[in-house]
């Protein structure tokens, strides 16, 4: 071999591998409410659009043309911006909102966070029933635990001083839990750590606003620790 082979050689042999960096999430969008006029993140507002027929919709995907109007996600934000004429004032014309929006809104944010727990389950980053979820919370491999709200009290104390520390989402019923996984009486399940388990929470966390946490520990999604009580929407 040519001294000048043996050079290209040495060149093309690979060097030690490099852990590829693990991209973190990207940061949420900030949008300012119609309501207080505060910039929040998106993750704790809800997006609507004002239709062709001037009706407001609730636009929970983000995806709807026309003018973006952000607000709080929450019942009372909702009633609020609806008395004191906020939607019009953002839209710049008159409004029609449906009288029972804030159940309607409440309903898809449900179905929203309900159909993450059926992708969790397809993809495997669930864990279901009593047993196994307490073999995920004691092996570190769990990253929010799931219970239904009219399961035993006791049992589901019991499973939430097991998982300290991490979020806990207890607003869903046995029934929902059921429908959504496919199996009867669930009460315990734990989402492993992923992108479904993120949106899964921001769902639940959206939906706080608009239904009875329980005992669900719910982590802030914004600039204060209590912003579920005073988040409020315009792009």
């Known amino acids: 071999m040519s001294m000048r082979v043996a050079k290209k050689a040495r060149k093309s042999r690979p060097g030690p591998a490099v852990p590829a960096r693990r991209r973190g999430p990207a940061p949420a969008k ?3 409410c119609i309501l207080s006029r505060r910039e ?25 043309p026309g003018r973006g109007l952000w607000l709080s ?25 449906r009288d ?28 279901i029933g009593h047993d196994q ?11 929010v635990l799931l219970q239904a709200g009219d399961g035993a009290p006791l049992a589901r104390a019991r499973m939430r001083a097991l998982a300290s520390g991490l979020p806990s989402v207890e607003m869903f019923t046995r029934g929902e839990l059921s429908g959504a996984l496919g199996r009867a009486d669930i009460v315990h399940a734990a989402l492993r750590p992923s992108r479904l388990s993120d949106m899964f929470l921001q769902e639940s966390g959206r939906l706080a606003g608009f239904r009875a946490i329980g005992e669900s520990r719910l982590p802030a999604t914004g600039d204060t620790a209590n912003e579920f009580a005073d988040r409020v929407g315009n792009e």
């Open 40 to 64: 929040l993140s998106t993750a704790a507002l809800i997006r609507f659009v004002a239709g062709p027929d001037n009706c407001i919709t609730a636009d929970l995907a983000e995806r709807l």
């Open 133 to 143: 979820v307490r073999a995920d919370l004691s092996a570190g491999r769990a990253a």
């Open 73 to 97: 996600a929450s019942r009372s934000a909702l009633e609020e911006a609806r008395s004191n004429g906020s939607f019009a004032r953002a839209a710049r014309r008159a409004v029609k909102l």
């Open 100 to 127: 029972d929006l804030a159940d309607l809104v409440a309903e898809q944010l449900a179905l929203r966070a309900l159909n993450y727990l059926g992708l969790a389950l397809r993809s495997g980053a669930i864990a």
């Open 30 to 32: 900030r949008r300012r």
